[in-house]
């Protein structure tokens, strides 16, 4: 059973910053592209910043300048950092991975979603 576990959310002054990690745990053979995502109430999930598993990264235009993604491979873990928060990056922050199964003659690829982790943005 794969489990991402986000943490680092909480309450942050506008201009303030925040650091989420993602650990990806259990019976994979590889973790391809990362992301974070995030929602508000009412409203779609939408994407924030990818990362493939060689380091390239991708970013919504609403995160450019402010966030940035980078990986721990070897520590199976995804982080986003943020900085100068404002007060529409309040939000539930998912995390979302795809990972890579193999077996005897099988391949598959399956995402997967963390439980999320807020950041509330208030002054």
């Known amino acids: 059973q794969v489990q991402l576990v986000e943490s680092g959310g909480g309450l942050v002054q506008p201009g303030g910053s925040l650091r989420l990690s993602c650990v990806a745990s259990?019976?994979?053979?590889?973790?391809?592209?990362m992301r974070w995502y995030r929602q508000v109430p009412g409203k779609q999930r939408e994407l924030v910043a990818a990362?493939?598993?060689?380091?390239?990264?991708d970013y919504a235009d609403p995160a450019k300048g402010r966030f940035t993604i980078s990986r721990d491979n070897a520590k199976n873990t995804v982080f986003l950092q943020m900085n100068s928060l404002k007060l529409e990056d309040t939000a539930v922050y998912y995390c979302?991975?795809?990972?890579?199964?193999?077996?005897?003659?099988?391949?598959?690829?399956?995402?997967?979603w963390g439980q999320g982790t807020q950041v509330t943005v208030s002054s």
């Open positions: 990362i493939t598993s060689g380091g390239s990264t």
């Open positions: 259990g019976n994979f053979f590889s973790i391809n592209d």
């Open positions: 979302n991975a795809d990972f890579s199964y193999y077996g005897t003659g099988w391949y598959y690829t399956e995402d997967h």
